[in-house]
Structures are given as structure tokens and as C-alpha cells.
């Protein structure tokens, strides 16, 4: 059975830190792309970092830019988001996805396996 499951969500306080899991089962994560999406309430869902399979290029949305970092583990089949100087925009579910094309993949649709979300909240 194929699955994406995240972990790693809670709340945090304004400049703090969390680190986000997104473990695979039923397929290798380092042979698929993938990004970790984030959804405000009453807002669309947003790209926020993205990690190539193979040369494990990466690239980040400008919001997060210096402040999050996408990693990923083959061993464990596992991929993170490292999250520093949270602010409170970045409040909201996080989504790790995982696309078969090469490359970094930028598109949403583009994304065929994705975790239950994990919530993310940042506030004093």
C-alpha cells in the first residue's frame, strides 16, 4: 500500500523551530520528486519547498527562503522540513507530496502521492 504520513506539527512560538517528517511505505521516495505544500484557512495551497529525486536538487518559495530546509534521508525512506524563525503566516497544514518525474517539480497536479497533512501553529 502506498503512503505518504507526516509527523512532526504542533504549536510553536513566534521564532521558534519544528521539524517536519514525511515517511513513505509501499514505494523508495529517492526515485520520485518531492515537495511539501502548506494550506491557510480560506486560502489556496502554496508550494513551499521542493527537493529533486536523484541529485536531490532543491528549491524554496521566497516566503521561506533562509529560514526552512528540505532534506532527505533514503535510508529511512523518509523526507524533512527543518523550519527556523517560524513567523505566524507560516501557520497552517503542511502537505508532503511525491511526483514521478525527474527534476524539480513545480506543479501541483504534477504530484500523485500525498500525506494527511500535519497543522502547524505559530502564535504566542
Known amino acids: 500500500q502506498v503512503q505518504l504520513v507526516e509527523s512532526g506539527g504542533g504549536l510553536v512560538q513566534p521564532g521558534g523551530s519544528l521539524r517536519l517528517s514525511c515517511a513513505a511505505s509501499?514505494?523508495?521516495?529517492?526515485?520520485?520528486?518531492i515537495a511539501w505544500f502548506r494550506q491557510a484557512p480560506a486560502k489556496g495551497r502554496e508550494g513551499v519547498s521542493y527537493?529533486?529525486?536523484?541529485?536531490?536538487?532543491?528549491y524554496y518559495a521566497d516566503s521561506v527562503k533562509g529560514r526552512f530546509t528540505i532534506s532527505r534521508d533514503n535510508k529511512k525512506n523518509t523526507v524533512y522540513l527543518q523550519m527556523n524563525s517560524l513567523k505566524p503566516e507560516d501557520t497552517a497544514v503542511y502537505y508532503c507530496?511525491?511526483?514521478?518525474?525527474?527534476?524539480?517539480?513545480?506543479?501541483?497536479?504534477?504530484?500523485?502521492?500525498w500525506g494527511q497533512g500535519t497543522q502547524v501553529t505559530v502564535s504566542s
Open positions: 507530496a511525491a511526483s514521478p518525474y525527474d527534476g524539480l517539480v513545480m506543479g501541483l497536479s504534477e504530484y500523485e502521492y
Open positions: 509501499g514505494f523508495t521516495l529517492d526515485y520520485y520528486a
Open positions: 527537493i529533486s529525486s536523484g541529485d536531490g536538487n532543491t
